[in-house]
Structures are given as C-alpha cells and as structure tokens.
C-alpha cells in the first residue's frame, strides 16, 4: 500500500479532485459576491457584442446601431451619420474561440443581465482546472520532491499556489480571453510534455494529433500564441527527434486555424491571420505619448475607424512612423515593456476601485486587498528566480523554456501590462514550488554563473517593482485616501 493511502492521505488522482474543488470553491465566492456588478472595460463590451451576435445567429458582428448608439461618445463619431447594417458591422479584429465559448454560454442563460453571472460561473470552473493541470504538467516535468509522504512534494505545491493565486482566483470576474487562454495553453503543454514519454507510434501521432489542435485553439483565443506553436513544432521534430509527429502537430495545427484564416482573407481581400488588432496595438503601443503600455487616450484614436482593413493597415503605417522620427526611443520602449510585463498586479483593481465599481472600502481594509494582490507575485517569481536551476533542461524543462520565451517576446515588441504574465504564472508556480520544497540547498551542487544568474533576474525584479511604486506611489496615495473609489481615473 502506498504511503500516501495508509496514511489516509490523498494520492495522486484524488489529490487533482481536490485541489479542484478547493480552486472551484475560491473562484465561486467572488462570483457570488459581485453578482449584481457589471463589466467595465472597452475590451469586455466588445466580446460581449460578439457573442450576443453569435448567440442570436447573426454571425460574427459588433457594433449593432443599439450598441453603437450607446458607444458613439467613446468612439467620436455619430451613429445617425452612419449607413451600417442594423444587425452590427462583420469583424476580422478580435480572434473567435472566446466570443464563442461567451455564446454557447448565452445560450443556455440567455441575453438577459444574468448572463454575466452564468459566464462567470463557466469561467470560475475553467480557471479551477488549472490547478489540478498544472499538478500534471508539474509532475510531467519531474520536480524533485521533498520526500514528504504527507503530500507537500514540490507538484502539490504548484498547484496549490494556481488554486489559490488572489488574481487567478478574482479573473474569472473579466469577459476576457485570459478565461479560455490559459486553460488551453496549459493543456497543450501537458499534451506536448506527454508526447514526450510516448514509446509507441500511435500514442506519439496521437498525441501530437491533440497537440496540434489545441494549439490551434489555443491561437484561435489569443494569436500570440503563434510563435510557440511554430517553436513547439521544431522541439519535435529536434529535440525529441520525431519528424512524423512534428508533422503531424504542424498539420493538425494549420488545419485547425485555417478556416477562420480563409474566412478573413476572403472578407479582407487579402491575406488575413487570425485577428487584424496588430496594427491597432502597435499603434498604442508607438504613439508618443505612449510609454510601452495601453493608455486610455491614443486607444480612442483608431476606434472610429470602423472598416478593420483600413484600421490595421493605417495604425500599422502610424507606428513605423513613429518608429522612424524617434528611432533611439525604441529599445527605452521595449524595455519598458519588459517591466510592464513583471509589474505588481495591481492595475485591475486599481481602476475598477477608482471608478467605483467596488463601493467604498475602509482603509485598514484596502491597505490589505492591495498586499494580498501585490505579494504572491512577489514571492512566486523570486522563489522562480531560484528555483528554475532545480528543473533540469532535458527537453521538458526546454520546453518550458521555450513557452515563456516565445510568449514574452511579442509583448516586449507590441503592447504590455501585467495581466499578460499570468498566462506564465502556472509555469512559473513549478520552479517557484521546486525551491520551495527544497530551498538553497541544491544551489551548492550548482556552478557559480548559474547562481549569479538567480541573482540578477531577482535583483532586476526588485529593481523593477521599485520603480513601479515610485511612478505609481501617487495613484495610490490618493486611492487609499477619502474619496478614493470615485478618483474615475481611466485604465
């Protein structure tokens, strides 16, 4: 008999159950508390326009003249000037999975205000399965373990960090693509982690079958994603040197995004990826006012242009402009950007408390909420800084690697915040748990480059969070001072 079962504890498989309901219950409450809140964010109306298009069967359209009229002091222009389609304007701008996955679940709550709560719900248990996944893929990677039979080894650990993760647990709140896109991007990494130990032909090609789709998906949600599909491909076919199965993958993955493809070419007359928002975040992400990150200003500026051709083409002729007139400007920008990337987690909260969507809360109290989102970031990517030296670089641990370099790169290029490190927050969990299972000591076995390496990415955080306060210190003064939840500051 195992240790874990005589001593009537979980074992593997009833561990996942567990921390699942324990992740689902967390996620639950704040639904159940801000159920009578709406959504608050440019990005959110949006997916919600879609999928109430998709829901009532008139495809893949935003902006009908009932929204429009609504939306038209924000969009600067007129909806009586315009000559559209009632029924809204068909779009190439915003990838397809998510508004889908909103529309099946308006289908069954229908259109009414509850349908916020039912896609919260149906988000709170999508964000509960990270943590038994992120378990799996933690045990994929083979963490060493501290040898506890009471069920503290170093994948529990992770998981327990993604089940209780503050800002993991309050997503679910947002209309936002994050919902799909970490479930689907940490599922294709186990699949693809799996394919790895594979030994017969027909679990390699089915596996890699599987991969192949859900990366697909995956870029279906959020086409950032591209370069890691293309990069996870390579990894096949070299490191695990399985050309058939990379094949496989490369196939499976085109076939899956190739409808939405021809159907934005053949809209656009030309050939269209997933999602024409490139030209629109460069431009946000370029502008001069800009300084790396979304600002509410320059985001209004493209917004009237309501043909998705012409907005793209146009804010991506605008952002190599700009590049041009100010080229020294553009590596302040991509390192900015980088900081953008491992900021405090505290810009969410801060806009919907500022424009008081929360109500007032006591100061004592606020002081708290802000500690409790801004720690666990803290200590999860330093406890990563040196924990990442336990994973050993087979090609698992290449992998991962892989996935957080291909996933960073584009944000550094384009467009950055803090939310968009959450999707790594699962991957980072796992090297976070190995040093937390095992500490320092290992670091003694360890060459002095690579402990120097630890110590530079910690001190490069610190440094950054540092910087982060000093900018911010001033919103957040007077967010904690009277009247702070109606400061109405913009996102």
């Known amino acids: 008999m195992r240790p874990a079962r005589r001593l ?48 009532l069967g008139h495809g893949y359209r935003w902006y009908a003249l009932a929204d429009l009229a609504k939306m038209a002091p924000y969009l600067r222009l007129s909806p009586v ?11 190439t701008f915003r990838a397809p999975l998510y508004p889908l996955f909103l529309s099946l679940v308006y289908g069954v709550s229908g259109l009414n205000d509850g349908r916020f709560v039912a ?16 378990y799996v893929v933690a045990n994929q990677v083979r963490l060493p373990s501290n040898g506890d039979d009471a069920g503290l080894g170093a994948a529990r650990l992770a998981a327990w960090a993604v089940a209780l993760y503050p800002v993991l647990v309050l997503f679910p709140l947002a209309l936002a693509t994050e919902n799909l896109f970490f479930l689907l991007l940490l599922a294709s990494l186990s699949v693809l982690l799996a394919l790895a130990r594979a030994r017969s032909t027909r679990a390699r090609i089915g596996l890699s079958l599987l991969a192949g789709i859900l990366l697909g998906l995956t870029a279906l949600t959020r086409s950032v994603i591209i370069p890691f599909a293309a990069l996870a491909a390579l990894w096949v076919w070299f490191m695990l040197r399985l050309r ?67 907005r793209d083409q146009y804010g991506t002729q605008r952002a190599l402009s700009f590049i041009r007139q100010d080229p020294a400007r553009f590596p302040y920008l991509v390192l900015r950007r980088l900081g953008y990337f491992f900021d405090l987690e505290l810009r969410g909260f801060t806009y919907f408390y500022t424009n008081n ?13 802000l500690l409790v989102l801004a720690l666990p970031f803290t200590i999860l990517s330093l ?15 290449c ?29 980072m969990a796992i090297p976070a748990a190995a040093f937390w299972a095992r500490g320092f000591a290992p670091f003694e076995a360890r060459r002095p480059w690579v402990i120097a390496i630890s110590i530079l990415i910690a001190a490069c955080l610190l440094a950054n969070w540092a910087f982060e306060l000093r900018m911010d210190g001033a919103t957040l003064l007077n967010m904690l001072g009277p009247g702070g939840n109606q400061l109405y500051l913009t996102y």
């Open 357 to 369: 969507f929360l109500g007032h809360i006591a100061l004592p109290f606020l002081a708290l909420v």
């Open 119 to 134: 896609a919260r719900l149906a988000q709170a248990l999508l964000g509960a399965m990270l943590a038994p996944l992120t």
């Open 383 to 397: 406890s990563a800084a040196f924990g990442w030296t336990q994973i050993s670089f087979r090609p698992e641990g």
């Open 81 to 91: 000037a315009l000559t559209m389609d009632p029924l809204g304007v068909r779009t």
């Open 244 to 310: 058939l199965a990379a094949l496989v993958l490369a196939i499976a993955f085109l076939f899956t995004v190739l409808p939405w493809i021809i159907r934005n070419s053949l809209m656009e007359g030309r050939l269209t990826g997933i999602e024409t928002s490139m030209g629109y975040n460069l431009y946000v992400g370029y502008h001069p006012e800009s300084t790396g990150t979304f600002i509410y200003g320059p985001s209004l500026d493209l917004l009237s242009i309501m043909d998705d051709k012409v």
């Open 8 to 55: 009537g504890l979980p074992s593997g498989s009833s561990f996942a159950l567990h921390i699942f309901v324990v992740a689902l219950i967390a996620r639950l409450i704040p639904v159940f508390l801000t159920r009578h809140i709406g959504i608050g964010l440019d990005d959110m109306f949006q997916y919600d326009m879609l999928a109430r298009s998709l829901a």
């Open 399 to 427: 992998l991962l690697l892989l996935l957080f370099a291909a996933y960073l790169f584009p944000h550094v290029f384009i467009l950055s915040e803090d939310r968009f490190h959450l999707a790594l927050v699962p991957l």
